[in-house]
């Protein structure tokens, strides 16, 4: 989910307080196509856990091809574009590691946001002047009363008496919370609903203490007041299930002390009864004593709740204020170099997946992914949410990334919310209205388009071919690649998720590097997890996938199609459009011919194609069965005179004379 804005992204809806309360519960058209979590809430178990397990994940795995094609490369699959502990998702990197291990995937790359990283206009404190409140020149947090269990009596609102002599503000408030159950556990909450300032809650928890005034009215054996703190989604480990950490902690004269009822620890604070008691938080100690085998750097500041807990009737009360919060471990590169202890750790125990970590700059319009080279954080001019950046804003950020020596990717380029409307003029119009965008400003310099979208940003996978299309048309030339943008790693969803788009480099092995440049050089095909277990490639009179060959004097040329494990009873499409450097926003790409996949018993098929006007070509995997496109190849550009647009040295076909 880059950034949670409505719809469904990756496996989860919207995080909302809806979500968190423990008592709510083809079109085809001109598109190259045409023939010719698991949450946990305070004082519950995690809804999803081992139910969901690994029932049919043994069935879907990503490919596995160990035949090389034509140039002795193999294809090696990679999970890209994926979010952990430093985004805005409940998942951690422990998380999305073991679910790539588990579908057999090679590679994977965390691309996390990096204003989140560096907790850019994130909150800082609250005065509790209200139950509505807005810090500097962010958007407001609301907090929203909720119950568990069945209480005989409760109360919270905001008092003007008693208020910490330490909060700074001109506004006198405190928030007082009361809770009696009528047996058995019951807690009166508040909570602290952050969705309108963009989740600025929500960060990596290493570096952060939580500091709170806590004043008990009435507190004791079975009556406290309690702070709650979600943490980040991990797999069953330790004898635990697959859940979301939380931390409770609970303020009464009791002893300081730790006691874990799986997933949810209980951290017992000691405070006074009758006065104000600065409390001071940490979070990654706690959770470390707490479960000792999972590195608790690996969490998320997801959720937060305050209230009174009860047990057996006993009445608690009290009051909080002033909640601030201090990040010590976000300036600089200072979360670029914690990721990367994180994946080296990850690494040794799970050495069969390699890791790799990039960075998503995201805080202004479109958003870019970064992968490779030397990578640093963006410093942005701002320090609050509502800056608009400078202009060309994504231009000067990818070519400051390939001064780093890394490859950029334009991210769901129909964007994140709702899009247009869900009819095929309003899909035509987006693929129209966002081709215009990305030509007048060069694709921003970048490498490659994500295409690999079942639906984003209202926008259909053959929205997301068309406008490739287009930029083909127009002499983009950007590698297309397939990712899912998850943002949870909640055991077994990879599959069944809206969006799971893999994307195979053919490639000499499956380090950095070579990775790196079969995405540059668009050596590279998508499949969808659990719909295609295959392998895609295309050459022409040996000009590999991806490359820009110049031939004036061949009108027609014969493509060589390699597919292999077809998905039974599919059809493979050839496509071809013009490349004509015009400006055009439509698509004229068309199948130009069809093969059923009984022609690749051999796992190869040639077919003569008309180079007589400047073309690309490129493969589409269709199962008859559901009329869905599975798999995409990237194209051969087949030019008959030298492209205006500069042509990378990677994509330099080594029949042409450059």
């Known amino acids: 989910m880059c950034e949670f804005h409505g719809e469904t992204e990756g496996s989860e809806a919207a995080l909302g307080p809806e979500t968190l309360l423990p008592t709510r519960r083809s079109f085809l058209g001109r598109l190259g196509l045409l023939t010719a979590g698991a949450l946990v809430v305070p004082g519950f178990g995690p809804w999803m856990g081992e139910a969901f397990a690994r029932t049919k994940k043994k069935a879907i795995m990503a490919a596995n091809i160990q035949t090389p094609n034509q140039f002795g490369l193999l294809p090696y699959s990679m999970a890209m574009h994926i979010h952990s502990s430093f985004s805005e998702g409940p998942g951690s990197m422990h998380a999305q590691v073991s679910e790539a291990t588990a579908y057999g995937i090679t590679a994977m790359w965390f691309t996390d946001h990096d204003w989140r990283m560096s907790a850019i206009g994130y909150r800082q404190a609250v005065h509790f002047d209200g139950l509505t409140e807005t810090e500097t020149d962010n958007s407001p947090w609301v907090w929203r009363p909720q119950q568990s269990g069945v209480l005989a009596d409760h109360?919270?609102?905001?008092?003007?008496?008693?208020?910490?002599?330490?909060?700074?503000?001109?506004t006198l408030g405190a928030l007082h919370v009361r809770a009696a159950s009528v047996s058995g556990e019951a807690a009166y909450q508040f909570y602290?609903?952050?969705?309108?300032?963009?989740?600025?809650?929500?960060?990596?928890?290493?570096?952060?203490?939580l500091s709170i005034e806590v004043f008990p009215m009435q507190a004791g054996p079975g009556a406290f007041l309690e702070l709650v703190l979600s943490l980040s989604y991990r797999p069953a480990v330790g004898g635990r299930p697959a859940g979301q950490y939380q931390l409770a902690y609970r303020f009464s004269p009791a002893d300081a002390g730790y006691s874990t009822q799986g997933v949810l620890g209980i951290v017992s604070v000691p405070v006074a009864v009758g006065t104000w008691n600065s409390v001071v938080l940490d979070p990654v100690a706690d959770a470390s004593a707490l479960w000792p085998d999972v590195d608790a750097?690996?969490?998320?500041?997801?959720?937060?709740?305050?209230?009174?807990?009860?047990?057996?009737?006993?009445?608690?009360?009290?009051?909080?204020?002033?909640?601030?919060?201090?990040r010590s471990e976000t300036t600089g590169d200072a979360p670029l170099q914690l990721q990367d202890e994180l994946v080296a750790a990850y690494q040794a125990m799970y050495p069969q997946l390699l890791i790799n970590r990039g960075v998503e700059v995201s805080k202004y319009g479109s958003h870019l992914n970064w992968y490779g080279g030397d990578q640093h954080l963006y410093q942005y001019p701002e320090r609050g949410l509502k800056g608009a950046g400078p202009p060309n804003f994504q231009t000067i950020a990818n070519d400051l990334a390939h001064s780093y020596g890394a490859l950029a990717s334009i991210n769901h380029p129909f964007g994140t919310g709702s899009g247009k409307a869900n009819t095929i003029d309003g899909q035509e119009g987006a693929t129209a209205d966002t081709a215009t965008g990305l030509i007048a400003n060069g694709a921003y310099h970048a490498d490659i388009l994500e295409v690999g979208y079942r639906r984003r940003g209202n926008a259909t996978l053959e929205n997301h071919l068309a406008l490739w299309d287009v930029m083909s048309q127009n002499g983009l030339w950007l590698t297309g690649n397939g990712v899912s943008d998850d943002h949870s790693g909640t055991v077994g969803l990879w599959a069944k998720m809206t969006n799971h788009f893999l994307t195979y480099a053919w490639a000499a092995s499956p380090a950095q590097v070579d990775l790196l440049a079969a995405l540059g050089a668009g050596r590279v095909y998508c499949g969808e997890l659990g719909t295609?277990?295959?392998?895609?490639?295309?050459s022409v009179e040996g000009n590999p996938m991806g490359s820009i060959s110049v031939r004036p004097d061949l009108n027609q040329r014969t493509v060589t199609i390699v597919a292999i494990n077809l998905p039974p009873n599919s059809v493979v499409e050839l496509v071809q459009g013009p490349v004509n450097y015009a400006g055009s926003t439509s698509s004229a790409a068309t199948v130009v011919q069809t093969f059923p996949s009984t022609l690749f018993a051999s796992g190869t098929l040639d077919y003569v194609i008309d180079t007589s006007t400047d073309s690309f070509v490129r493969l589409n995997v269709l199962t008859t069965t559901s009329a869905i496109r599975v798999a995409f190849s990237n194209p051969v550009y087949l030019l008959r005179a030298f492209p205006p647009t500069v042509v990378p040295d990677v994509r330099r076909a080594p029949d042409t004379a450059w």
């Open 297 to 326: 750097r690996d969490n998320s500041s997801a959720d937060l709740w305050l209230g009174a807990r009860s047990v057996d009737g006993a009445v608690a009360e009290g009051c909080f204020d002033y909640l601030r919060f201090t």
């Open 532 to 538: 295609f277990n295959g392998a895609l490639d295309l």
């Open 192 to 209: 602290a609903d952050h969705t309108r300032s963009r989740e600025n809650l929500r960060a990596n928890l290493a570096g952060q203490q």
């Open 155 to 170: 109360d919270g609102q905001i008092v003007s008496s008693p208020v910490s002599p330490l909060d700074p503000s001109t």
